[in-house]
């Protein structure tokens, strides 16, 4: 059921026939060479704009010392906690022709016309995506630092060695493999946008997916873009898996010798600077968005929808919740079977089962609707296109498909923290089966499984492109809302459920940094 969509994509191109023939052709005489140049140039940009800012963040708090690092360290992940598109309307509705900055400019100086350039460009598409994105970045290369790179460089300061060749020559080397992982993880997350794309008028693989789908009406042409798609995000994965497997260098030793390295005392100049370096991409990716957000609540209340939001709240909290109990029931009965039995097959059941969050959303879509159209055409009194596009059913499935990974992730993390020798003594006494699940392995997991559910919960509350086409009739949630509302041009009426979405996001961000609070000390 988890891999059903992929399977569907990719079985799409059996159906190859003169009509998908014919639009693929003409898409790739006019408009494929504009969605692959503006992909490849938006992914260039921000592929280097996450390195430089998460490398540089990371370096800063975890090989320096100076005034503010302890608040920094955390900051730095809350960029987290808000979609990119919704970092994308709170720009516009700042920057844009009609909004307070260029409305005063141009009231204090006398000016007319556009004060500086419309910021719903490609341009403006990379600063959103590079400040709301370089967390992964950050995340990683930060982990791979405070593992070793303060004690191998006290050993070079030993033995001579500048702090500038310090940094180059030890730390840096020491993060690149993190780097790169992070950066494919970014690159994904960019690649699987909708909402940035669309807003702003940027035509991306994902926009070409959705008009070969809705405008050109074929849903083969759209399945076999598709495919290119996948197969992007694929390479993208083999390359993240094989930057992780680098990362496994540390000794016990060498973390043992680690604790007696210091960072170096920053004073003056330099600490100016590296607080000035931590300080941008948080006001860029969370604080600045905020406050953007907030004006409309403090100018006028009346224009907000208070009298739908708590239906739009209702419908976001009910699908995450359903959403998250499932996730968490498959994570946990998959994550049990590898305990008990970790064979070969079992382990490639699992990671198969947990591909689909490497999925773009509109692939999960055309992936699920693919195969409801071939049941519908062999079996018309089945009904299966309600079942699916008119149900929570279908939205359910699609938010499985992409996020029992991240479910299955923080159980099998849990279950690696209990002892093997627990399940034997536990046989010994009678207890195997679902009788060890449950007396045994349950009452150690349930902080993972805590963690888990809050993870799905808060992903599924910010998914927009499977939430938007397969959501039942009149059941709009708070992130297709928050897209109709900024497509709408009524972008003082999206900060509020906008707002909410960010609310939701603090919650695993905060998780997170009570985590690396907990795991430095």
Not at 374 to 400: C, D, F, H, K, N
Request: glycine letters at 8%; charged letters at 15%.
């Amino acid at each position: 059921m988890l891999v059903l969509p992929v399977a569907a994509v990719l079985g799409s191109w059996l159906e190859w026939n003169a009509t998908s023939q014919g639009i693929l052709r003409q898409m790739g005489e006019t408009v494929l060479p504009g969605y692959a140049g503006t992909s490849i140039l938006l992914c260039t940009v921000v592929a280097l704009g996450v390195a430089l800012v998460g490398t540089a963040t990371a370096a800063a708090v975890t090989l320096f010392d100076f005034r503010g690092r302890a608040f920094f360290e955390w900051a730095l992940l809350l960029p987290l906690a808000i979609p990119a598109y919704v970092v994308a309307y709170a720009y516009t509705d700042f920057l844009q022709f009609s909004g307070p900055l260029q409305t005063i400019l141009r009231a204090r100086f006398g000016l007319e016309g556009r004060v500086f350039p419309e910021v719903r460009n490609v341009w403006g598409a990379m600063w959103v995506f590079v400040f709301s994105l370089y967390p992964y970045v950050y995340l990683l290369a930060r982990a791979a630092l405070a593992e070793r790179a303060a004690h191998l460089m006290e050993a070079a300061r030993l033995l001579g060695a500048s702090l500038g060749r310090r940094v180059l020559s030890i730390a840096l080397p020491l993060a690149r493999p993190a780097v790169m992982a992070g950066v494919a993880l970014a690159l994904m997350e960019t690649l699987a946008d909708f909402g940035v794309a669309s807003y702003f008028g940027i035509q991306t693989f994902t926009t070409g997916i959705y008009k070969a789908w809705l405008a050109m009406d074929d849903r083969i042409a759209a399945a076999q873009l598709a495919t290119l798609l996948l197969l992007l995000v694929a390479g993208l994965l083999l390359l993240e898996y094989r930057a992780q497997r680098r990362l496994r260098f540390a000794t016990s030793a060498a973390r043992a010798g680690a604790a007696e390295a210091q960072p170096v005392r920053l004073s003056g100049g330099g600490a100016i600077a590296a607080a000035s370096l931590c300080l941008l991409p948080i006001l860029a990716g969370f604080v600045l968005p905020v406050l953007f957000m907030l004006r409309p609540l403090a100018a006028d209340w009346s224009v907000l929808p208070w009298n739908r939001f708590l239906e739009w709240a209702f419908n976001s909290l009910r699908l995450a919740s359903i959403s998250a109990v499932l996730a968490l029931m498959i994570a946990l009965a998959l994550s049990f079977q590898v305990r008990r039995s970790p064979s070969v097959l079992t382990r490639g059941v699992v990671q198969v089962a947990g591909l689909g969050y490497a999925v773009p959303g509109a692939v999960v879509v055309v992936g699920l609707l693919l195969p409801v159209g071939w049941l519908q055409r062999a079996w018309p009194e089945s009904g299966a296109g309600y079942w699916i596009t008119a149900t929570v059913m279908g939205v359910v499935w699609a938010y499985l498909v992409r996020f029992v990974s991240v479910a299955l992730q923080a159980m099998r993390s849990g279950y690696a923290r209990i002892p093997t020798s627990l399940d034997d003594t536990a046989r010994v006494l009678g207890s195997g089966g679902v009788r060890l699940l449950a007396r045994v392995h349950w009452p150690l997991l349930q902080r993972s499984a805590a963690a888990a559910g809050l993870l799905v919960f808060v992903d599924v509350m910010k998914e927009l492109p499977a939430t938007l086409v397969l959501r039942p009739f009149d059941s709009d949630t708070l992130a297709v809302v928050a897209y109709q509302l900024a497509r709408d041009e009524r972008l003082g009426e999206a900060a509020l459920p906008s707002l909410a979405l960010v609310l939701v996001g603090l919650a695993p961000v905060m998780l997170l940094s009570r985590t690396l609070r907990r795991e430095r000390r």
